[in-house]
């Protein structure tokens, strides 16, 4: 089955920085890799997805890449401000036949003033 | 609010009794999933649904778990004989089939097993 690793597991970054987080992939028919972010005591909330048709893409201050040959997709938050803190988790499915997700283990990101 | 339930929000049992939890997922979605996920981990898929049928279970999902949707709409999911290694959260998950592939999540179920 799918397996999905990501780092890094913490990461901490001064406001207004940019925030890196990497997964990689194993079962090379999956074609979709959402992200999601928990916050503390909340439910997982999809804050961008993208499918193996598309290397990027990109909502306001965060982006997704995607690289299939090397199975390797990251996120990207660009100005990061305080609000952002919270666990990211990268997921992926295939989505033709049961659409499971299989997540990554989370990254924990704090934002500092 | 994504529009799935969950209830109750939080359980506590002692070793060995049942529980129940129960999914509302948005109304016009027909699969419906059931993730668990323990501290410091991502979710974990245990089985899912199209509409009333239950097509998919994971390894993880023993003999004492039982999951139904009988008119495809909500879904519970039961656990005879809680052990203390089930203290986890139950997050339910719904989207629909030929749409855009993201499942919306349930705030989850925690269970706390003494």
């Known amino acids: 089955g799918e397996n999905v690793e990501q780092h890094p597991s913490t990461l901490s970054v001064q406001e207004g920085d940019s925030a890196v987080i990497k997964c990689t992939y194993s079962?090379?028919?999956?074609?979709?890799f959402p992200w999601y972010k928990q916050e503390l005591g909340k439910r997982p909330q999809l804050i961008i997805d993208?499918?193996?048709?598309?290397g990027e893409k990109k909502d306001q201050r965060i982006a997704v890449t995607l690289n299939k040959t090397a199975k390797h997709f990251s996120l990207h938050i660009t100005e990061t401000q305080p609000e952002d803190s919270a666990v990211y988790f990268c997921?992926?499915?295939?989505?033709?036949?049961?659409?499971?997700?299989?997540f990554g283990t989370g990254t924990r990101l704090q934002v500092t003033l | 609010d994504t529009g799935v339930s969950q209830n109750p929000r939080h359980k506590i049992t002692k070793r060995g009794q049942n529980v129940t939890f129960r999914c509302d997922p948005i109304s016009e979605h027909n699969r419906l999933y059931w993730y668990r996920q323990t501290l410091g981990q991502g979710p974990e898929f245990l089985t899912y649904?199209?509409?009333?049928?239950?097509?998919?279970k994971s390894r993880l999902l023993s003999d004492r778990f039982s999951a139904e949707r009988p008119k495809g709409s909500f879904s519970t999911l039961e656990i005879q004989r809680t052990e203390q290694g089930d203290s986890a959260m139950y997050l339910c998950?719904?989207?629909?089939?030929?749409?855009?592939?993201?499942?919306?999540f349930g705030p989850g179920t925690r269970l706390t097993v003494l």
């Open positions: 993208i499918r193996s048709n598309v």
């Open positions: 079962d090379s028919a999956s074609n979709y």
């Open positions: 998950a719904s989207f629909s089939s030929g749409g855009t592939d993201t499942q919306y």
């Open positions: 997921a992926a499915s295939y989505t033709g036949t049961a659409s499971k997700l299989t």
């Open positions: 649904f199209q509409n009333e049928a239950q097509l998919e």
